[in-house]
């Protein structure tokens, strides 16, 4: 038990900062003015990106914890969660402020006629929803319906990930590989995939032990 508290002292603060890191980094290739031709597409490509990818990170929380049987997994999902939104909100303010000025009229016009955008600004609020609720206050006073609305965290997955599909133009490998990991996160939550996932990690963590022991 002190082993598994340990790691969630020292974790926590490593995982803060460590997801900082790409704000930083995009801070720092601003200032020095090496974000390319195109600043503002920079901006909403590293943004958007590291959303999709903390929110598939968070999304890989639970079936990770049932594969390993490590239960402190649980403990880090929260702050993944939020900093998803974190970036999530970053590119939405990015869109609102540099790509189209707070210009109402162009954004209501791309909310309604580009799918994309509409994917785009679902998922969105679908995250902000999450953020907002995700405090142990609105746990007690949501009761039960805090676990149906935090369902919808699936449904902005899947936005975020088509978002991306759509908005690429030309290479699809990265949107692609995202679709592919959102898809197999939904298929470990499918009863006998999960099963079948359960069986050979267990087949391949006693293989690993035997291995152990033996060079021992």
């Known amino acids: 038990m002190r082993a598994v508290n340990k ?5 926590k603060p490593l995982l803060f900062l460590l997801c900082l890191v790409p704000l930083l980094l995009l801070l720092w290739d601003a200032v020095q003015q090496q974000l390319g031709a195109n600043p503002v597409e920079a901006l909403l490509y590293r943004s958007g990106d590291w959303s ?11 079936p990770l914890r ?5 239960g402190w997994l649980l403990r880090f999902r929260r702050m993944l969660g939020l900093y998803a939104f974190f970036y999530a909100l970053l590119h939405f303010t990015v869109y609102l402020w540099l ?17 994309y955008i509409t994917l785009g600004f679902m998922a969105f609020l679908i995250l902000l929803a999450l953020a907002i609720t995700s405090t142990r206050g609105m746990m007690r006073r949501l009761g039960r319906h805090w676990t149906a609305l935090h ?8 936005f975020g990930v088509i978002h991306f599909l759509w908005l690429v133009k030309a290479d699809y490998r990265e949107p ?6 959102f ?15 359960q069986r050979l990690f267990a087949l391949y963590s006693g293989k690993e032990r035997e291995v152990g022991s033996f060079s021992l």
């Open 7 to 11: 790691i969630i002292v020292i974790g």
């Open 52 to 62: 999709i990818r903390l929110l598939l990170i968070t999304l890989a929380i639970s």
């Open 66 to 70: 049932k594969l390993t049987g490590r």
């Open 99 to 115: 790509d189209r000025g707070f210009s109402w009229m162009e954004i209501s016009v791309d909310i309604l006629e580009r799918p």
């Open 151 to 158: 369902q919808w965290v699936y449904l902005a997955g899947l």
């Open 176 to 181: 692609g590989l995202y679709v592919a990991i």
């Open 183 to 197: 898809l197999i996160l939904m298929l470990f939550r499918a009863g006998s995939f999960k099963k079948r996932l």
